[in-house]
T-cell receptor
Framework: DADVTQTPRNRITKTGKRIMLECSQT?????MYWYRQDPGLGLRLIYY???????NKGEISDGYSVSRQAQAKFSLSLESAIPNQTALYFC???????????FGPGTRLTVL | QKEVEQNSGPLSVPEGAIASLNCTYS??????FFWYRQYSGKSPELIMS????GDKEDGRFTAQLNKASQYVSLLIRDSQPSDSATYLC??????????FGTGTSLTVIP
């Protein structure tokens, strides 16, 4: 089984809709991250969490919110989706030393 | 100034040649450096990590770190068509946040 899973893998939605992307991990890592990737812009950090009670904004948090339901679960919400949020979204985890990050398979989100 | 900068490429090399990928970073106190490979539409996968000055070799891959010059590179020897991908440089800034470069696209020509 994959160590970091994301659901859904693909999603098409309409402008103004609320959508949630979910991430689960079995690696036992404390730290979890949400990134979006756009062509030519690389990976940009949206939010990160170092434990269940710790949530931090990243580089591009506007329009997004997160919830860390448990050590193993970290969800990303778009309260009112807009077309420029169309992107590939990745969840990642790392241990408490801040070593390498392990990525989930990604969610391709299209907002029409 | 971006935290991590890479040449976007594309970089093309013939099969069997050495591919050289470069990355610079802005924060002098950065401690950890990583190279990820990403195939189109797939998630990044770690191929090398390096923490101290000098070279680190793993099979056909060699990472080189020069903290004084704030420079990290990746050499791929005996390049294969399967190495064709985008290579992302990442820097861990004091253990709190990762910063990724925009990636260098590599094509290995058979």
């Amino acid at each position: 089984d994959a160590d970091v899973t994301q659901t859904p893998r693909n999603r098409i939605t309409k402008t103004g809709k609320r959508i949630m992307l979910e991430c689960s991990q079995t690696k036992g890592h404390d730290r979890m991250y949400w990134y979006r990737q756009d062509p030519g812009l690389g990976l940009r950090l949206i939010y990160y969490s170092f434990d269940v009670k710790d949530i931090n904004k990243g580089e591009i948090s506007d329009g997004y919110s997160v919830s860390r339901q448990a050590q193993a679960k970290f969800s990303l919400s778009l309260e009112s989706a807009i077309p420029n949020q169309t992107a590939l979204y990745f969840c990642a985890t790392s241990d408490s030393r801040g070593g390498e990050q392990f990525f989930g398979p990604g969610t391709r989100l299209t907002v029409l | 100034q971006k935290e991590v900068e890479q040449n976007s490429g594309p970089l093309s090399v013939p099969e069997g040649a050495i591919a050289s990928l470069n990355c610079t970073y802005s924060d002098r106190v950065s401690q950890s450096f990583f190279w990820y490979r990403q195939y189109s539409g797939k998630s990044p996968e770690l191929i090398m990590s390096i923490y101290s000055n000098g070279d680190k070799e793993d099979g056909r891959f060699t990472a080189q770190l020069n903290k004084a010059s704030q420079y990290v590179s990746l050499l791929i020897r005996d390049s294969q068509p399967s190495d064709s991908a985008t290579y992302l440089c990442a820097v861990n800034n004091r253990g709190n946040q990762f910063y990724f470069g925009t990636g260098t696209s590599l094509t290995v020509i058979p």
